[in-house]
T-cell receptor
Framework: GAVVSQHPSWVICKSGTSVKIECRSL??????MFWYRQFPKQSLMLMAT?????????EQGVEKDKFLINHASLTLSTLTVTSAHPEDSSFYIC??????????????FGPGTRLTVL | GNSVTQMEGPVTLSEEAFLTINCTYT??????LFWYVQYPGEGLQLLLK?????DKGSNKGFEATYRKETTSFHLEKGSVQVSDSAVYFC???????????FGTGTSLTVIP
């Protein structure tokens, strides 16, 4: 099946710094990728929809200036957490849809990135 | 609106016991329904799915049937194993938006 990777798998940073997380579709081209945030023992919350070649669509309550999303190619989307603070510590997960598969509603999820802000 | 309500956990079962995790949904359109599994330290993996009413998704001994009349998609397995210990998420997706709506997850622990 389709594979989505994320890098890094975990990162620790100081408060006030910026962190970039990469999401790649390894064996398919994804015009649309999604970024989720998962708090401990809670469900995934959609943060934004990343569209290749255009601006991301953010969910209500998500600060677009804080969580910068860039989808520069059909296989790569990046999420940059700017001026990170301890409350930004979380598990960030991306997913991608393979438009060429028979079931276009299926999404493939990356393994997630654990961000800890000190 | 669109939402998924999932049985709260945690659930602890003995090996070979029968498993049911309840999931109900509300949707503004005609959703596809999914069960995802998250093993400790790993990302989400698709377990099974159903795209229309009365469809049954199945994989690795797990089954779930899309029940439109009860708006449900309960996950079942006849005999659980220790290796099934994980967090299970019910989710729906609408064709029009590609967005996934997840339940809160149910943690399952299977003891020998």
């Amino acid at each position: 099946g389709a594979v989505v990777s994320q890098h890094p798998s975990w990162v620790i940073c100081k408060s006030g710094t910026s962190v970039k997380i990469e999401c790649r579709s390894l064996d398919f081209q994804a015009t649309t990728m999604f970024w989720y945030r998962q708090f401990p023992k809670q469900s995934l919350m959609l943060m934004a929809t990343s569209n290749e070649g255009s601006k991301a669509t953010y969910e209500q309550g998500v600060e677009k200036d804080k969580f910068l999303i860039n989808h520069a190619s059909l296989t790569l989307s990046t999420l940059t957490v700017t001026s990170a603070h301890p409350e930004d510590s979380s598990f960030y997960i991306c997913s991608a849809r393979d438009p060429l598969t028979e079931s276009t509603d299926t999404q493939y999820f990356g393994p997630g990135t654990r961000l800890t802000v000190l | 609106g669109n939402s998924v309500t999932q049985m709260e956990g945690p659930v602890t079962l003995s090996e070979e016991a029968f498993l049911t995790i309840n999931c109900t949904y509300t949707a503004t359109g005609y959703p596809s329904l999914f069960w995802y599994v998250q093993y400790p330290g790993e990302g989400l993996q698709l377990l099974l799915k159903a795209t229309k009413a009365d469809d049954k998704g199945s994989n690795k001994g797990f089954e779930a049937t899309y029940r439109k009349e009860t708006t449900s998609f309960h996950l079942e397995k006849g005999s659980v194993q220790v290796s099934d210990s994980a967090v299970y998420f019910c989710a729906l997706s609408l064709w029009t938006g590609n967005q996934f709506y997840f339940g809160t997850g149910t943690s399952l622990t299977v003891i020998p």
